[in-house]
């Protein structure tokens, strides 16, 4: 698999308000979350690059106000769900 490397000045990381340990982890689930928001790439891709699984990438977008951008498909389905739950709750 290819990948694309970015270059980031040193002068920017070193003022970003993350700690060096969870820098690359943030920095790639921050440009996840806005490609995904954004309808650059889709779903799978951005939980991909976050290097997180669907639910986990899912709940990361909420905890910030990331819109999750939906179709009618996945709408329907979400509703689907709802019900289902609200029958066995």
Same mark, same amino acid.
């Given at each position: 698999?290819?990948? !694309? ?51 986990? !990438? ?32």
């Amino acid at each position: 698999m290819k990948s !694309f490397l970015l270059e980031i000045p040193e002068g920017v990381l070193a003022s970003a308000k993350i700690p060096k340990a969870q820098l690359e982890s943030e920095l790639r689930r921050r440009l996840a979350g806005t490609l995904y928001a954004d309808g650059v790439i889709g779903g799978s891709a951005a939980c991909k690059l976050a290097g997180l699984e669907k639910a986990e !990438f899912q709940y990361w977008l909420g905890e910030r106000g990331i819109a999750q951008p939906l179709d009618v498909s996945d709408y329907q389905l979400e509703r689907e769900n709802l019900e289902e739950w609200l029958q066995n709750a």
